[in-house]
């Protein structure tokens, strides 16, 4: 059995209707004297952007074709070639001109997204319509894996190493998605580009962390269409056994994802925990080890809905644990 600690960490859904405002948006500035792309939204958001990257230049792809698993090679600059970034306002968006126009995706703030409306028509001025959505917020139930003895072990072992911190460690991030989450993206580089907004939202929410900076890069990803780690009936997931077999899984597979520091499970499932008199508390949006970067327990798993961005925080926090952070709540580690 996995022990656990449970804890009710920031407020992530309000109930009700998903709100919505359409947007035309306009580059007010193709470079600005610091290089930056100068975006109006509405009156109340502009955006200043710069180039962003979080894609391995080696981009590895894994999922099954005629029930063999193969493994496709990219260059990852083609899926963040449009990628930017507003550090101020928390946007991460791929950016893309088309014919007098301009195409935005992505997030635009810590609880907003935003996607083109291509099948409206364009405004008077050639601009092309775009929605800007709520992103949904959930108050977020995390659960914080203590490492068993043998990954605790791991863990000391790797602390005997280096003293010699580097100014910015890079974190090599894999993502493994299931059926039920990878399933709405028509293209598999359409996932991979979701998957860099996230990714570079995270590194965003990082980017004060110090002694050293921390960068995640999105080495890879693989469109699992078996899920033979998850415990669950139906459209429910288990967190805490599904974690611990998912461990097993990205261990196995470590050399064919090409030996990332961090494997995470982004699932289109609902992870619960188990309640009172056999009830699910569906209220667990992920779950990871702490300080399993670089070792045995070096995974992570968190809710996504699909083409919302509504996993970015859960991807973030369930990140910092893997990286060694706990919560206020819990005792001291002895690593």
Not at 247 to 268: C, I, Q, W
Not at 280 to 293: C, F, S, W
């Given at each position: 059995?996995?022990?656990h ?21 306009r ?28 894609a391995?230049?080696?981009?590895r792809?894994?999922?099954?074709e ?21 550090e101020n306002?928390?946007?991460s ?13 992505g ?5 907003q997204?935003?996607q083109?409306?291509t099948?409206?028509?364009?405004s ?14 959930k108050?977020?139930f995390d ?19 280096t003293?010699?911190v ?17 399933k ?26 110090r ?7 999105l ?9 033979t780690?998850k ?6 997931l288990e ?15 470590r050399?064919?994802?090409?030996h990332?520091?961090?494997?995470y ?9 188990p ?12 779950i ?8 045995i327990?070096f995974?992570a ?17 369930e990140?910092?644990h ?6 206020d709540?819990?005792?001291p580690?002895?690593?």
């Amino acid at each position: 059995m996995i022990p656990h600690i449970v804890v009710a960490v920031f407020l992530v859904a309000a109930e009700g209707l998903e709100q919505r405002r359409l947007v035309y948006p306009r580059v007010l500035q193709e470079r600005s004297p610091d290089g930056r792309m100068v975006m109006h939204l509405h009156d109340g958001l502009t955006l200043n952007l710069r180039k962003a990257s979080v894609a391995a230049r080696e981009f590895r792809v894994l999922e099954h074709e005629d029930g063999r698993q193969v493994t496709h090679f990219f260059n990852g600059e083609d899926f963040d070639r449009h990628l930017h970034e507003d550090e101020n306002q928390l946007a991460s968006v791929h950016v893309v001109q088309k014919e007098g126009g301009v195409e935005v995706e992505g997030v635009v703030g810590p609880h907003q997204r935003i996607q083109p409306m291509t099948e409206m028509e364009r405004s008077d001025e050639g601009l092309i319509p775009h929605m800007i959505y709520e992103i949904e917020k959930k108050e977020l139930f995390d659960i914080e894996v203590k490492p068993s003895l043998t990954d605790a072990q791991w863990v000391n072992e790797r602390s005997y190493g280096t003293r010699n911190v580097p100014d910015v460690v890079q974190i090599e991030l894999f993502i493994v998605t299931d059926r039920l989450h990878f399933k709405l993206f028509s293209l598999i580089a359409h996932l991979i580009k979701y998957l860099c907004v996230h990714v570079n939202s995270v590194n965003l929410r990082y980017a004060d962390a110090r002694n050293p900076k921390v960068k995640f890069m999105l080495v890879g990803v693989e469109r699992d269409e078996f899920s033979t780690y998850k415990v669950g009936d139906g459209i429910y997931l288990e967190a805490s056994p599904t974690l611990e077999n998912f461990k097993e899984y990205a261990n196995k597979r470590r050399s064919e994802f090409g030996h990332p520091d961090m494997v995470y499970l982004m699932t289109g499932y609902t992870a619960y925990s188990p309640g009172p008199n056999k009830t699910k508390d569906t209220n667990t949006l992920g779950i990871g080890y702490v300080a399993g970067i670089c070792s045995i327990g070096f995974v992570a798993l968190g809710e996504d809905v699909a083409g919302t961005y509504s996993g970015m925080h859960t991807l973030t926090h369930e990140s910092g644990h893997v990286l060694g952070a706990s919560h206020d709540e819990s005792d001291p580690k002895p690593w």
